[in-house]
T-cell receptor, first 113, second 110 residues
Framework: NAGVMQNPRHLVRRRGQEARLRCSPMKGHSHVYWYRQLPEEGLKFMVYLQKENIIDESGMPKERFSAEFPKEGPSILRIQQVVRGDSAAYFC???????????FGPGTRLTVT | AQRVTQPEKLLSVFKGAPVELKCNYSYSGSPELFWYVQYSRQRLQLLLRHISRESIKGFTADLNKGETSFHLKKPFAQEEDSAMYYCALHKGQGAQKLVFGQGTRLTINP
């Protein structure tokens, strides 16, 4: 079991471009969570998805950010028109069967220049 | 609202000394508490959950509901314990988000 996979590991975007971050959950897991870690801060929840459904997006910024977890393929966190303040590490986690333990991917480090 | 506080950003102890990483939480319900650890260049991994009441790598943590604390302890620190440690709270009902503290960077000096 390869665990939670994220790609790319590092992403550099210029201001105004779009960033797409991908997450493949652990085999057998159907719950995906995205967290953001700003420099010198802890992980902050963004969104929780199940296949084809957004369950909780209370941590998502109201504009420019969106997430999906299609029936087939990885979950995608999309940031449109990136700004410098979006520079952070974005972590994906997955869980299965409604249990609270979450397993994390290695993260994607986004740098906006 | 749920909140997790780790008051120490940095903690440094000598090898063989006892270690205690503090974690306090605020939540009116019955939460589940976790400790996650991130070793250098590795992903965040689950270390302990309070409900299992087990010892992992010599670490233990007891949930104290009266003091709303979930401190992580180890009687004799080892150099390989150097890492970032995050305390996290889960509302305890099915699959939901985790609320993390800011983390404590533990350094074990030889």
């Amino acid at each position: 079991n390869a665990g939670v996979m994220q790609n790319p590991r590092h992403l550099v975007r210029r201001r105004g471009q779009e960033a797409r971050l991908r997450c493949s959950p652990m085999k057998g897991h159907s719950h995906v969570y995205w967290y953001r870690q700003l420099p010198e801060e802890g992980l902050k929840f963004m969104v929780y998805l199940q296949k084809e459904n957004i369950i909780d997006e209370s941590g998502m910024p109201k504009e420019r950010f969106s997430a999906e977890f299609p029936k087939e393929g990885p979950s995608i966190l999309r940031i449109q028109q990136v700004v410098r303040g979006d520079s952070a590490a974005y972590f994906c986690a997955s869980s299965g069967g409604g249990v609270p333990e979450q397993y994390f991917g290695p993260g994607t480090r986004l740098t906006v220049t | 609202a749920q909140r997790v506080t780790q008051p120490e950003k940095l903690l440094s102890v000598f090898k063989g000394a006892p270690v205690e990483l503090k974690c306090n939480y605020s939540y009116s319900g019955s939460p589940e508490l976790f400790w996650y650890v991130q070793y250098s260049r590795q992903r965040l991994q689950l270390l302990l959950r309070h409900i299992s009441r087990e010892s992992i790598k010599g670490f233990t943590a007891d949930l104290n509901k009266g003091e709303t604390s979930f401190h992580l302890k180890k009687p004799f620190a080892q150099e390989e314990d150097s890492a970032m440690y995050y305390c996290a709270l889960h509302k305890g009902q099915g699959a939901q988000k985790l609320v993390f503290g800011q983390g404590t960077r533990l350094t074990i000096n030889p």
